[in-house]
């Protein structure tokens, strides 16, 4: 049997270790140490735009700290793109307020702006105000911003940018994650880059980053006992994981190339298939950091079949997000459709992207995917 093709592994470069050591050594084995304010400025400074970043124990600590910020509560309404991972929508659930899912567009996956528009006014009719829009950048494909953020802008709504997928992803030239009133980061294992576990909340204004960093660590007042007056949360990243970060930040510049190289190896290596489609950037504004290569097949049977020849030879790939309109979890919540979630749910797959995949094993999954 060949060795596992991982759809994304881990994979480290020089210095993670090092400053992991560099923990042990100091014995700084918290969530208080020096890699913690040091990792927060190396991804100031990737990102730029003057963001302020807060790191967390994980994007979904993140997502929940960011709609806290926002004030959402018992009885509110968060609009949120359907075509995503559950860990988009369910921090909406923690905070007591109800999910409405909006569909996507086909040019890049992620909420269309106009069924966007078309919930608000509905929802505006009946009364009721949105009091967030989380948007996604769908395996790093970044969604349609200056539509989204217009009609946001013009209805008043906050905007929280779930980047999860799209550290090093780029729209009109600034970063993604810095677009959001609020953005959302993830170092899980299998992101671009990781912390073993991970997150960051990412906002231009200091305050909310301040006080997310208040109330991931159990919210407690300035006094020399404990003393509490809000609620508070244990989510703040540990000094150990944050020194993996601050070495997987030093090498995201090439994690992205390897990455965007997947991809372009696939394109070239399959152009000639018919019955497979890839996601493409639609124009220059765009720049995916390719987090995973996404594609088509004419049907649910032949994507299928695919899949589990893949399975067959050791070789992960996997169906695209199900969307959170079809989830048991979310029967019953309102939802703005077109059916383009529902058709690339049942056509699309992932496949493995990994930047440490070697060309001997993306041969391998090219030489399976063409027979
Ligand atoms: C991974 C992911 C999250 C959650 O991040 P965690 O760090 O795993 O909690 C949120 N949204 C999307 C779109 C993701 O892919």
Redesign the pocket.
């Known amino acids: 049997m060949n060795e596992r093709i991982w759809l994304s592994s881990p994979h480290m470069g020089e210095l993670e270790k090092q400053y992991v050591l560099e923990a042990f050594d100091t014995n700084w084995i918290s969530p208080v140490g020096p890699h913690i304010p040091a990792f927060e400025k190396d991804l100031e400074n990737y990102l730029g735009e003057g963001v302020h970043v807060a790191a967390l124990q994980?994007?979904?600590?993140a997502?929940h700290l960011a709609l806290l910020l926002l004030n959402v509560q018992q009885g509110d309404e968060v609009l949120c793109q359907s075509f995503?991972?559950a860990?988009?929508a369910n921090p909406v659930v923690y905070a007591g307020a109800t999910p409405v899912f909006i569909d996507s567009e086909r040019e890049t996956w992620n909420m269309d702006p106009q069924l966007l528009e078309l919930a608000i006014t509905d929802r505006l009719h009946k009364g009721i105000k949105p009091k967030a829009i989380i948007v996604?950048h769908?395996y790093g494909m970044p969604a349609q911003l200056n539509p989204i953020m217009e009609v946001a802008r013009r209805y008043d709504i906050p905007v929280i940018e779930?980047a999860?997928?799209a550290l090093g992803s780029e729209y009109h030239g600034k970063k993604a994650g810095t677009f959001g009133d609020l953005s959302?980061l993830?170092?899980?294992g299998n992101?671009i880059i990781t912390t073993s576990?991970?997150?960051a909340l990412v906002s231009k204004n200091g305050d909310w980053v301040e006080r997310s960093r208040f109330l991931a660590t159990q919210a407690r007042d300035d006094a020399p006992h404990y003393e509490h007056s809000v609620i508070g949360y244990n989510y703040r990243l540990s000094n150990v994981c944050a020194g993996i970060g601050r070495g997987q930040v030093a090498v995201l510049p090439q994690r992205v190339e390897q990455r965007r190289k997947v991809f372009d190896y696939y394109r070239q290596q399959l152009a000639d298939v018919q019955e497979i489609r890839f996601l493409e950037e639609p124009g220059r504004e765009y720049y995916s950091n390719r987090w995973l290569t996404t594609v088509l097949f004419p049907d649910f049977k032949k994507r299928e079949q695919i899949r589990q020849h893949l399975a067959l030879f050791n070789i992960e790939s996997r169906p695209l997000w199900k969307p959170m309109h079809l989830q048991p979890v979310f029967k019953g919540c309102l939802y703005y459709g077109n059916g383009i979630s529902d058709d690339l749910f049942d056509r699309g797959l992932c496949l493995p992207s990994g930047s440490n995949l070697t060309l001997e094993q993306l041969g391998r999954v090219i030489f399976k995917l063409k027979a």
């Open positions: 994980s994007g979904t600590a997502l995503t991972f860990a988009s996604v769908l779930d999860a997928e959302v993830s170092f899980n992101k576990g991970g997150g």
